[in-house]
Structure formats: structure tokens, C-alpha cells
């Protein structure tokens, strides 16, 4: 794996990402003598954004959604007491 500068990878990023895309090579990025990153290239994955999301089709919103799956049973009696509902 091949090492470049944060400065050279600022001032040369096309022709870095040209080189990535082309032949699949990674790249680390160094600052300051330290590495920071590596620039390697994008490999497609199984994940499928839309059923990471698939809640918002039904309705509910983020926030909604995520209270209910961290709220047990008698927590959310607690709350409901506690909004006079």
C-alpha cells in the first residue's frame, strides 16, 4: 500500500482518485508524519439503504421509531404516567 502526504493528496486529488478507480490501489494518508486515513476504492455491498429505512414508509417517523425499540413495556407505562396519558 502505497503512503502520500495530506498536502500532495489536496493539491492532486483527481489524479489520486483516477489512480484508485483505475487500479485498485489504496492509498494511506499521511499528516504530519502520522497516518490519518486510507483512500482505497468503493466496493458495492449487499446493504440496501431502503430497508435500513423501510420504517419511514409506514409512517412513523425517526424519532418514534427509535423510542420504540429502546423502551421496554414498563417504561413506557412509566412515560405514559408521567404525560398524564
Known amino acids: 500500500m ?23 490501489a489504496s492509498f494511506v494518508v499521511n499528516r504530519f508524519g502520522k497516518s490519518v486515513a486510507i483512500l482505497s476504492p468503493y466496493k458495492e455491498s449487499g446493504f440496501k439503504i431502503e430497508e435500513y429505512f423501510g420504517f419511514l414508509g409506514k409512517g412513523e417517523s425517526g424519532k418514534k421509531f427509535i423510542d420504540r425499540l429502546r423502551r421496554n413495556s414498563k417504561e413506557r407505562d412509566r412515560i405514559k404516567k408521567l404525560r398524564g396519558k
Open 2 to 24: 502505497r503512503s502520500v502526504n495530506s498536502f500532495n493528496l489536496r493539491n492532486n486529488l483527481s489524479e489520486y482518485l483516477d489512480t484508485v478507480a483505475k487500479t485498485e
